[in-house]
Structures are given as C-alpha cells and as structure tokens.
C-alpha cells in the first residue's frame, strides 16, 4: 500500500510513528514534509519540520519536548550569547547545528533542498520517503502587531519568541505562489493509495503545504481517498497554538470547523475525538464522511490505533 501523508512537525512525526508500526514493513510511506516553519540562523538552513520528523522516526529525538535531539547540550549557543549573536529566543544545541551545518554547506555546493533531506535521512533511516514540499523557499510570516506597530514577522518568531501570545492578523505563506512542488511530490500524490492529513496544524502545517501551486489539485484530484484527523479535541489544539492561527484565518477552534476549512472537494472522510461526537453531524451536513474515534496519541500503540482507524476509513469511503 502507498500512502502519503502531509506532515508538520511534532503532531505529524509522531502519527508517523504510529502509521509506521500499524503498515508494517509491507507499508510504503512518503512523507510531504512543510518547509513553510523554515528560517535561516546564524548563516545556517534550518528545516525544523524535516528535521522532526526525520529525528523522531530515526530515533534521535527529545522525547519529552518533541523537537530537538536527545542528550543535546549548548555549549555553541552559549558562547555565541558571549559574542552578542543572537536571537537568543531560538534555540539550537550542539548536535542539532551539525545538521544545520550540513544542510547548508549542501545547498551551498549547488544541491536542491530534497537533493540534501534525502543524504540527512541516509544517516538516520527514518523508513519513509521524506520530501520537502518545495525546493524553493517557503517562509511563513504572521501579521501582527509589535512594540505598538503593525508588522510581519516570522511564523517561528511569533510562535517560539511571543508564544503566539500577541494577536494574529493574517497567516503569509512568502513565497508559495511561484514555488514549485519539488521533485517526486506530485507524483507521490498521483500515485497514492491512501492520502492522509495527520493531526498536524491545519493553517501553517498542511495549509502551508497545499499553498504550493499544483499540491491542493493534486491532493483534490488523486483517485485515492484523502482521510484527515482532527487536530483540534474538545474546542482546543492537541498540541500548540493552532487555535491563534486558526482564529487569524476566521475559523473557529473546533473540529468540525477545520473539516470544513479543508472542504468537501478535499478531503473524503474526516475523523474527530470520541469528545467531539456530536459534531459528526455537522461535518457530514457539509459533505464530509465522519466518524469519532479516539485521538490522543499518548504512546505510539494509540498513535498506531488512530493509524489503522484513519485506513479503515479510507477504505469505507474508497470510491469502486
């Protein structure tokens, strides 16, 4: 079975793990990551998307905050601090910059972003195909309002420095309208089994993603039925501050609200909490198959549980 799924970061690495387990070896996954979170620091390329999951799949990621390595240390953080370099808000450790390193003396040298994703997942055999979205550059940006004055700033500067804490405008994925898909995704798409939107943030995650021009018609296109599970449970986010994004882009924090976001010409079947039931209801009233399952991806036999719940599905809705 081929089966694609569009991925942020934490929220999708750890679907991963659970899609992994429940496909067995027999499963083949291609992952098309965002690069929308992507920002460049102290001259280096950082994909934290990519990089997530490519850590959490291999085996080298902090457990316990989701991003990052494990065993890290901060000893060039902190000595750059000595030297007056910031931002000081972004915080990379010692093992994580040797794949900044990497990535960016590779792009440098002339090789495309998914050219140099596939030499960093050599190392760490995550067992899915890892694709950039794009091989150009993607930088989300958030309209917001700073120090009294209107602005836009990095999605990761007001994520990770403001704690989405100051109100959000709009959601500016730079760059998407003249990007392209980057090599292997639309044909990963045409050829898929089984699409899936992981209960990853729907505005700067998957959004992000389907921003690319030809991804979205792809996806809608795609004799394969696209299932997607619910980020948000009980009125909140599972993880994060998507409500501040989604609130930014006029949508409501709930799950039946970004069923209908993604759209009947999207998605085939959409899948909420058991929390959540009684929206099942409302989301099939705008076209969209439904079912409540559980969604708490607690360990990685509940994320494979929501795994083989979310194929089931799909296999229910499959169009003969």
């Known amino acids: 079975m081929r089966i694609v799924v569009l991925a942020g970061g934490i929220g999708g690495?750890?679907?991963?793990?659970?899609?992994?387990?429940?496909?067995?070896?027999?499963g083949e996954i291609t992952v098309i990551g965002n690069t929308g979170d992507d920002i460049h620091l102290f001259g280096l390329k950082v994909c934290p998307d990519l990089d997530t999951v490519m850590y959490?799949?291999?085996?080298?990621?902090?457990?316990?905050?989701?991003?990052?390595?494990a065993d890290e240390s901060f000893s060039i953080k902190a000595?750059?601090?000595?030297?007056?370099?910031?931002?000081?808000?972004?915080?990379?450790?010692?093992?994580?910059?040797?794949?900044?390193?990497?990535?960016?003396?590779?792009?440098?040298?002339?090789y495309p972003l998914s050219a140099v994703t596939e030499a960093l997942c050599a190392r760490w055999q995550p067992g899915v195909r890892l694709l950039p979205m794009s091989d150009d550059r993607v930088e989300t940006h958030v309209?917001?309002?700073?120090?009294?004055?209107?602005?836009?700033?990095?999605?990761?500067?007001?994520?990770?420095?403001?704690?989405?804490?100051?109100?959000?405008?709009?959601?500016?994925?730079?760059g998407a309208e003249t990007a392209k898909p980057a090599p292997g995704v639309l044909e990963a798409l045409a050829e898929a089994d089984v699409?899936?939107?992981?209960?990853?943030?729907?505005?700067?995650?998957?959004?992000?993603?389907?921003?690319?021009?030809?991804?979205?018609?792809?996806?809608?296109?795609s004799a394969a039925p696209v299932i997607g599970l619910s980020p948000i449970i009980g009125g909140a986010p599972v993880r994060g501050m998507a409500d501040k994004v989604l609130e930014a882009v006029g949508v409501e924090t709930t799950a039946a609200a970004v069923a209908k976001r993604y759209g009947s010409d999207l998605i085939d079947g959409w899948l909420v909490d058991e929390a959540d039931e009684a929206s099942v209801a409302e989301v099939e009233a705008a076209g969209i198959p439904c079912r409540a399952v559980p969604?708490?991806?607690?360990?990685?036999?509940?994320?494979?549980?929501?795994?083989?719940?979310?194929?089931?599905?799909?296999?229910a809705v499959r169009k003969p």
């Open 13 to 26: 690495a750890r679907f991963l793990r659970g899609l992994k387990q429940a496909v067995g070896p027999e």
């Open 56 to 69: 959490t799949l291999g085996g080298g990621i902090h457990e316990e905050q989701g991003w990052g390595r």
């Open 79 to 110: 000595e750059m601090k000595e030297y007056g370099v910031g931002p000081e808000w972004f915080g990379l450790g010692d093992r994580d910059f040797a794949t900044h390193i990497v990535r960016t003396q590779m792009l440098g040298a002339g």
């Open 143 to 174: 309209v917001t309002d700073v120090d009294g004055e209107r602005k836009a700033v990095h999605f990761q500067e007001y994520w990770v420095k403001h704690h989405a804490l100051i109100p959000a405008h709009a959601i500016v994925p730079v």
């Open 195 to 221: 699409i899936l939107f992981p209960p990853s943030n729907p505005v700067v995650s998957v959004g992000t993603i389907l921003a690319v021009p030809g991804i979205r018609r792809a996806v809608a296109q």
């Open 295 to 315: 969604l708490w991806m607690t360990d990685v036999d509940a994320s494979a549980a929501m795994a083989r719940a979310a194929l089931d599905f799909a296999e």
